[in-house]
């Protein structure tokens, strides 16, 4: 016999809410993004404050608005962007963790700092796997995102002492300016002066940015030509003939054509992953590593 199942039911789901974990290491050599989490250290310290495993899945929120009514006691960690947190519209101060009673609902209003924000609970939300993960994708999942009137699946807690904790949690990581990243694999073909004003330059990020990739503002002239097609992953930085500069994110495919310039940092993608549109960004070149 299974074990009973919570329900979540969202009230109100603005857009950009989504189901994710730490995403497919399945499917690449059919074209398939990897997904997951935007920012994984966020992710997964939500996570490790539950004492989840890794793969847990956990709501990734871009925007303010949810509402989200609980039907079974359990407990949820929030981590990423700092929110106005209310349960039952009462404020819960630098809210981590989160004792939730049957028929609560966790309201998040505006994000104070930050752009995604993560809602974890304890054992992960229980949807059906694809491809290993859980993460929503169109065309791979039922949905690419969630929507008012939807439910999630949970694993409820029996006998639940009510808790309170506030772990430390800072954002000062992430309010950094500075993107960390290895020269790409076409950093060659730039010229010195080229290479120069990238590491110089102080970037913003455009509006056109989501899970896919983010474009920036500025624009680096150049006389490149597109490449034969090429592996791509999460954090190539590629340069159009344009000029565009744009970072894949975790939706991006798997191939691309446009010079790889260079590859952003685990730790700086999550980092990129909590600018908005309009902050600004300088990249800071790392030397490769290699083992011997």
Same mark, same amino acid.
């Given at each position: 016999?299974?074990?009973?199942?919570?329900?979540?039911?969202?009230?109100?789901?603005?857009?950009?809410?989504?189901? &994710?974990?730490?995403?497919?290491?399945?499917?690449?050599?059919?074209?398939?993004?990897?997904?997951?989490?935007?920012?994984? /250290?966020?992710?997964?310290?939500?996570?490790?404050?539950?004492?989840?495993?890794?793969?847990?899945?956990?709501? +990734?929120?871009? &925007?303010?608005?949810?509402?989200?009514?609980?039907?079974? %006691?359990?407990?949820?960690?929030?981590?990423?962007?700092?929110?106005?947190?209310?349960?039952?519209?009462?404020?819960?101060?630098?809210?981590?963790?989160?004792?939730?009673?049957?028929? !609560?609902?966790? +309201?998040? #209003?505006?994000?104070? #700092?930050?752009?995604?924000?993560?809602?974890?609970?304890?054992? *992960?939300?229980? !949807?059906?796997?694809?491809? *290993?993960?859980?993460?929503?994708?169109?065309?791979?999942?039922?949905?690419?995102?969630?929507?008012?009137?939807?439910?999630? /699946?949970?694993?409820?807690?029996?006998?639940?002492?009510?808790?309170?904790?506030?772990? $430390?949690?800072?954002?000062?990581?992430?309010?950094? $300016? +500075?993107?960390?990243?290895? @020269? *790409? %694999? !076409?950093?060659?073909?730039?010229?010195? #002066?080229?290479?120069?004003?990238?590491?110089? &330059?102080?970037?913003?990020?455009?509006?056109?940015?989501?899970?896919?990739?983010?474009?920036?503002?500025?624009?680096?002239?150049?006389?490149? +030509? !597109?490449? @034969?097609?090429?592996?791509?992953?999460?954090?190539?930085?590629?340069?159009?003939?344009?000029?565009?500069?744009?970072?894949?994110?975790?939706?991006?495919?798997?191939?691309?054509?446009? %010079?790889?310039?260079?590859?952003?940092?685990?730790?700086?993608?999550?980092?990129?992953?909590?600018?908005?549109?309009?902050?600004?960004?300088?990249?800071?070149?790392?030397?490769?590593?290699?083992?011997?």
């Amino acid at each position: 016999m299974s074990p009973k199942q919570g329900k979540a039911l969202f009230l109100c789901c603005p857009l950009g809410t989504s189901l &994710q974990d730490e995403g497919r290491t399945l499917g690449a050599h059919y074209g398939i993004p990897r997904s997951g989490a935007m920012d994984l /250290y966020s992710y997964q310290w939500a996570n490790h404050l539950l004492q989840n495993s890794n793969e847990a899945a956990a709501l +990734e929120m871009a &925007q303010p608005g949810l509402k989200i009514k609980f039907e079974e %006691p359990c407990i949820v960690s929030l981590a990423g962007a700092t929110a106005f947190v209310t349960v039952n519209q009462t404020p819960i101060l630098n809210a981590s963790i989160i004792s939730i009673a049957s028929g !609560d609902i966790l +309201e998040i #209003g505006a994000f104070r #700092g930050g752009a995604r924000l993560y809602l974890c609970i304890e054992g *992960g939300f229980q !949807d059906e796997k694809y491809l *290993g993960s859980r993460s929503d994708f169109k065309s791979i999942t039922t949905s690419s995102k969630r929507s008012a009137g939807e439910t999630l /699946y949970y694993l409820p807690i029996q006998n639940k002492a009510v808790l309170w904790v506030k772990p $430390k949690w800072s954002t000062n990581w992430f309010e950094s $300016k +500075e993107i960390q990243a290895y @020269p *790409g %694999p !076409d950093w060659r073909l730039l010229s010195t #002066g080229q290479q120069r004003l990238l590491l110089k &330059q102080l970037f913003h990020l455009s509006k056109f940015s989501n899970r896919m990739g983010i474009q920036l503002e500025e624009l680096v002239a150049n006389e490149l +030509e !597109d490449l @034969p097609t090429n592996p791509v992953f999460p954090g190539t930085v590629q340069l159009t003939p344009g000029g565009k500069i744009i970072v894949l994110m975790r939706d991006a495919g798997v191939t691309g054509g446009y %010079p790889r310039i260079l590859q952003l940092t685990e730790e700086s993608q999550s980092r990129l992953a909590q600018k908005k549109a309009g902050d600004s960004i300088t990249f800071h070149l790392l030397e490769p590593k290699f083992e011997s």
